[in-house]
């Protein structure tokens, strides 16, 4: 059964230190998200990409943050400085359609300790 | 600001009974809502969801139940079986984004 897959699944940086978080979604799929989820915290939305631009995004998601899908498979999230409040579980998800009734598949999640 | 609220965090429940998941939600222009199930360090895998024109759809086991007057839904499993345990998240959502509720944690005991 086709999966989202991600890499690392484990990633320790230092405070002020760039990370780029990957992901590889399920193939026919057309719309990609990030989501992060804080120790004892619920999942929250970060971002959503179609067609090679934002779609929304949250609050979350300030100028610290950058996502991009570099070739035909991977789809990635940067984070260019990174803040002890950015340690997190990081998950990517894919979806065949976008907007409503769009069931998204996630992938197994990128633990990030910035510390 | 939670606008999905899942109050139980979490429910034992035995082995060939039925589990009751229930959440709630505050947003009126929710249109569509899922129920995920987690295990611990994976991500949510999806089971099962319910556009907001419906009132009830079924999966096998799995049945979503939305009563929108009330802005609540809720999620029958039965009969329960001891891998049904696991954190299930419920979700909603009217556009891109998907809004999560806490979880709720269930015990399906022999």
């Known amino acids: 059964e086709p999966e989202v897959t991600q890499t690392p699944s484990h990633q320790v940086t230092q405070m002020g230190q760039e990370v780029i978080l990957r992901c590889v979604p399920i193939?026919?799929?057309?719309?990609f998200y990030w989501y992060r989820q804080i120790l004892g915290q619920k999942v929250e939305f970060l971002v959503s990409f179609y067609n090679n631009e934002i779609s929304e995004k949250s609050e979350i998601f300030d100028d610290q943050f950058s996502v991009e899908r570099p070739d035909g498979s991977n789809f990635t999230l940067k984070i260019r400085s990174t803040k002890l409040e950015d340690s997190a579980m990081y998950f990517c998800a894919s979806s065949e359609i976008g907007q409503s009734y769009n069931e998204q598949f996630f992938g197994p999640g990128t633990r990030l300790t910035v510390l | 600001d939670q606008q999905v609220k899942q109050n139980s965090p979490s429910l034992s429940v035995q082995e060939g009974r039925i589990s009751i998941l229930n959440c709630d939600y505050t947003?009126?222009?929710?249109?569509?809502f899922l129920w995920y199930k987690k295990y611990p360090a994976e991500g949510p895998t999806f089971l099962i969801s319910?556009?907001?024109?419906?009132d009830k759809n079924e999966d096998g086991r799995f049945t979503v139940f939305l009563n929108k007057s009330a802005k609540h839904l809720s999620l029958h499993i039965v009969p329960s079986q001891p891998g049904d345990s696991a954190v299930y998240f419920c979700a909603a959502g009217s556009g891109y984004a998907l809004n999560f509720g806490k979880g709720t944690s269930l015990l399906v005991t022999p």
């Open positions: 947003n009126s222009m929710f249109d569509y």
């Open positions: 319910i556009s907001s024109i419906k």
């Open positions: 193939s026919n799929h057309l719309y």
